[in-house]
């Protein structure tokens, strides 16, 4: 499968995408994944939520894709952790 998206494409890093498997449930105009699997290379692995607003939210363990479908952000686990300090540090 190939990703149309070039900027979805360049936050996770490649334009190919083998098989698709998913469990999710909607709810409140929001796919909610519980499981979101996908074939590589590289083989991901993720949970999170995209909304019909195109809103997205992903955990891919290694890295986490937020934002929106047509403007996504890759986050690195250390960027991530120091967002999180820095609002703990705020209150």
């Known amino acids: 499968m190939r990703i149309q998206d070039a900027a979805l494409a360049e936050a996770l890093h490649t334009d190919r995408l083998g098989a698709v498997a ?8 929001t796919l909610h994944f519980t499981r979101l699997s996908i074939a590589g290379p590289p083989p991901l692995q ?8 195109r809103r997205l939210d992903l955990d891919f363990q290694s890295f986490r894709l937020a934002g929106t479908l047509s403007e996504p952000r890759r986050i690195a686990p250390n960027e991530l952790a ?6 703990g540090q705020e209150k």
């Open 22 to 29: 998913a469990d999710v449930k909607v709810h409140e105009r």
């Open 46 to 53: 993720a949970n999170g939520s995209v909304g019909f607003d």
């Open 82 to 87: 120091r967002r999180q300090d820095k609002v």
